[in-house]
């Protein structure tokens, strides 16, 4: 979310701005359940290389 304070405003708008940001509904994504979900065969800053090649 984006907020603009515009040269100008009074500090009531802005906090009044600033707090919309701060209680809009936020995305929660739970990043510890991919924790640990590949297994790796062999180094991947080998298999990274591999990819990289394949475009040649």
Do not use: F
Not at 41 to 49: A, C, F, G, M, R
């Amino acid at each position: 979310m984006i907020t603009k304070v515009k040269k100008g405003m009074q500090k009531k708008e802005i906090d009044s701005l600033l707090e919309k940001h701060k209680n809009s509904k936020k995305r929660k994504i739970d990043l510890k359940k991919y924790c640990g979900t590949i297994q790796l065969i062999e180094d991947p800053l080998v298999t990274q290389k591999q990819m990289r090649n394949e475009w040649k």
